[in-house]
């Protein structure tokens, strides 16, 4: 349309036109603050460039990693030569096979954030990403970059953990397995009793118990759990 005035916004993927279903090109066309234009190649996008769009959405899988940092660069090189407007603002694409790593690098550039894609994380979260860019609002949502590719695993927690030291481990061992006296822990570990009973006293106040008995069965339906 000649005739409309609003903000312009590139949207480039390679096969953007079977990307996305009928009712989400239309909403993305029709519906928003935004006059969309879809780029299918690089010559689209830099042909559009003369649009002086304020904002562009590029999608990583579509360019090598070793050119991310070159696309952006050429970006803001085409837009103040070829229409000497200002940069637009740039959100990256991703998908769920988009490396985290990706994104961990891209952060540190002069991208605003990112846009997920809607075959990986529905058409909702793809408008949430582009109305960010859209506001100026910084986007990089946590709860899509833990679903990338080689995100870090979270580190396994154990609920209601007791921790002991290694002598208190070995001496509850030897409690649980065998029923030995302080006495026989004590000749058993080369140490005194009287040793012996100071580390019982802790490993009693750990667990929440008041004697070797209570403190023998607790600790072996932990371990059984």
Known sequence: MSDDTRPVHLFYKKDIMTYLTDEAKYTLENKL???VVFCESWQDLSNNLKLKPESICFFHEDV???SLYEVISMIETLSRLVCSAKTPTLTLGVGKNTRYNTIKSMSKTSLTGLVPA???FGFEETLKGLRAQWA???YWPRHIIEQLDDYPAKPIIVKNKIDLTPRQT???DIIVQRGASNKAIARM???TESTVKLH???ILKKYGVRNRTQLALFARDKALA
Request: glycine letters at 10%.
């Open 189 to 191: 570990l080369n140490i």
């Open 33 to 35: 603050e935004r006059r």
């Open 136 to 138: 100026g609002i910084p």
């Open 170 to 172: 070995e001496i509850l």
């Open 64 to 66: 090598s990693k070793e």
């Open 118 to 120: 809607r075959r990986d």
């Open 200 to 202: 019982m006293s802790g």
